[in-house]
């Protein structure tokens, strides 16, 4: 088991995301450092994949442009490493990224790095429950959650995909043109129920968030906010001074959600 | 434990975002439905008789076989097929499947545009609506298809991002079919992708190799020694190869795009030069970097221009069943103008990447061998593209 837990024991946890690389790696420590003292409870860090499938355009663009400047897993291991050691960070993260990411690098080696760093969760936007079993053993082995999603086309999965489930649940919603507003009205709180009907565990959501008084009402009925459009707009508005804008949009949300 | 389903040996699997399971679900169960049940198999067959033009024949090429004076070589004409290329087959049965399911609208992704035209051909017969995903690459390379298209009725999205090629219209199809499961069917144009999709496309095109060996044994009292296809993901190949594999005197041959060569980094030679992966829904090789980035891959063919193969042919690498060799540009253009002159039958330049190996191959073989090559298309889409290739413009 992991550390995961302990993101939720002060309150609602929120939980920013960074795509590392973009526009580079000392931007991604920068922000990964104000993001902290900010009073963020964990951060999700992406590593990129050159088709990011499951996520929007902007994402997919994120990352290309990541990948184009030299980005690789191991200089993001080897970024984390520098925070923990030399900028004494000692917030826990949470990777997400694809299969193919991990399997190449394998995933034995890579489950075994990450653990050595503090990562306490990985999120594999492939893999839903049919194929969690090739990743999910050695994660555990190494102390690493594999986080599971549910999503609103899971419905009768929900049960099986929670009942298997560790660390936190990842509430996704649909990108379709209802809009945000409309999600975290409806779809979130019900989604969050549905999962604790099955297992007492923590609901994490976060698709499209992006301002405080949305962070605030999704927080009504999920455990954790995961906030990744506010913070790539901002990336993409400041680029390599970003880290100076981030720390108080961090204080924002998370005073937001308390 | 959870069961990991649509495995071919290490192979296949469902490698997807939790947000379309319930489709691929939704689909397998309609497919278990509907395969073996009668009424479906004779509206399909009636389609393809009626309306596509099966059986497709299966050609002496004399001249050729003359000409490179070894094996006896026969083409499966697929390029004779309504709308060109083989691609009609599993379109037919999709489209018809998807109709079964309640779906009104079809989605696609195309790289030569075959696919593209097939499904917007099929959309317009059976009153769906009909979106393509196209590469910008690919729409500039193959604008005439982009055309026929938009003449079916069907919309045609020029994908931008990443390489601009098949495998980004892919990307975009997946993430369209999750944002419109309700109304939409994914019709995937080849054995790749999340289960079910590489057995419904094999099991729809194995109606090539289902005819070629009938075909074969009326002409030749025997089966052949050797089939040869032309392979990207691989539907043309595994609907040629299917009937045979358990033969094991048929040699089966999928030939892969090299592009400028397997020594170089342009070339779309997935086993010849990819590694284990997994991408797209599932597990098979992929041309990838050592941090299982998806390489960009190249080649002439747009069709061929594809990061990975069908997971059944990765199975048949690692048995040894099958052979996959690659043909780089300069020979498929030299084997698309042989065949052009030699047999008066222009090929798509995918089909023509086995013609190259089949002029390779045949001189080295006794006049008493026998090897089918599968035309997989028809080549006037590609006439601009090699005009230009060889340093000719021509306007369209």
């Known amino acids: ?258 | 434990m959870a069961d990991s389903k649509g495995r071919f040996g290490i192979h296949g699997g469902q490698y997807i975002p939790e947000t379309l399971m319930n489709a691929v679900n939704e689909l397998e169960v309609a497919y278990n439905r509907y395969k073996d049940d009668p009424e479906f198999n004779r509206e399909l067959k009636d389609l393809l008789d009626n309306y596509a033009g099966r059986p497709s024949i299966l050609y002496y090429a004399e001249k050729m076989t003359k000409d490179l004076g070894g094996a006896k070589i026969y083409l499966k004409r697929e390029d004779l097929n309504h709308t060109g290329s083989h691609k009609i087959n599993n379109v037919l049965g999709q489209a018809l499947l998807a109709k079964k399911m309640g779906k009104t609208r079809l989605i696609a992704e195309t790289g030569a545009g075959q696919h593209g035209v097939a499904t917007a051909t099929a959309a317009a017969l059976l009153g769906m609506e009909c979106v393509i995903f196209m590469g910008k690459v690919d729409t500039e390379r193959q604008a005439l298809n982009v055309y026929r298209m938009k003449l079916l009725g069907a919309d045609v999205v020029s994908v931008t991002t990443g390489t601009a090629t098949l495998k980004d219209a892919v990307n975009a199809c997946m993430g369209e079919w999750t944002t419109r499961l309700d109304d939409t069917h994914y019709c995937l144009g080849s054995v790749m992708g999340p289960h079910p999709f590489p057995t419904i496309v094999r099991d729809f095109q194995a109606v090539i190799s289902r005819e070629s060996r009938a075909q074969i044994l009326e002409a030749e009292g025997r089966l052949p020694d050797y089939v040869l296809a032309c392979c990207g993901g691989g539907s043309n190949a595994i609907g040629s190869f299917y009937h045979y594999i358990n033969d094991e005197g048929v040699g089966l041959i999928g030939c892969e795009a090299a592009g400028r060569g397997i020594d170089t980094f342009e070339t779309a030679a997935t086993i010849n030069t990819g590694k284990l992966g997994i991408f797209h829904g599932m597990k098979s090789y992929f041309c990838q970097d050592e941090y299982g980035q998806i390489a960009p891959v190249y080649s002439i063919s747009a069709g061929l221009d594809y990061p990975g193969i069908g997971p059944e042919h990765a199975m048949l690498h690692d048995s040894g069943r099958a052979q996959y060799v690659a043909v780089t540009d300069d020979e498929a253009v030299d084997a698309f103008e042989y065949l052009s002159r030699m047999e008066g039958i222009i090929p798509a330049i995918e089909s023509a990447h086995a013609v190259a190996y089949a002029k390779k191959l045949a001189p080295t073989l006794d006049k008493d061998k026998i090897m089918i090559v599968t035309i997989s298309g028809r080549g006037d889409k590609d006439c601009a593209a090699i005009a230009r290739y060889r340093g000719e413009e021509i306007y369209e």
């Open chain 1, 1 to 258: 088991m992991s550390n995961i837990y302990k993101a939720f024991e002060n309150g609602k946890a929120f939980i920013p995301f960074i795509l590392c690389g973009d526009p580079d790696i000392e931007t991604t420590a920068g922000c990964i450092v104000e993001m902290e003292k900010a009073g963020a409870s964990m951060i999700e860090l992406e590593i990129p994949f050159s088709d990011a499938t499951a996520e929007g355009p902007v994402i997919m663009e994120c990352s290309i442009r990541a990948l184009e400047k030299g980005i690789t897993t191991d200089k993001i291991f080897e970024m984390v490493k520098s925070l923990r050691e030399e900028k004494n960070v000692k917030i826990p993260f949470v990777f997400m990224t694809y299969a193919n990411v991990v399997f190449s690098y394998g995933i034995e080696r890579f489950c075994k790095r990450a653990s050595e760093l503090g990562v306490e969760g990985l999120i594999l936007a492939d893999v839903p429950y049919e194929e969690k079993d090739e990743f999910d053993g050695i994660c555990k082995e190494n102390g690493i959650d594999l986080i599971s999603m549910i999503t609103p086309t899971s419905c009768e999965r929900t049960p099986m995909i929670v009942s298997s489930a560790s660390g936190m649940i990842y509430i996704g919603t649909s990108f379709d043109s209802n809009g945000v507003e409309d999600a975290i009205k409806t779809e979130i709180p019900k989604l969050c129920a549905s999962v604790r009907e099955v297992a007492d565990i923590p609901c994490v959501t976060g698709f499209g968030i992006s301002t405080p008084e949305q962070a605030a009402e999704a927080a009504k009925s999920a455990d954790g906010i995961l906030c990744g459009t506010g913070i790539i707009e901002l990336i993409a508005k400041y680029k390599e001074d970003a880290p100076a804008h981030i720390g108080d949009y961090v204080k924002s949300m998370v005073s937001a959600i308390k």
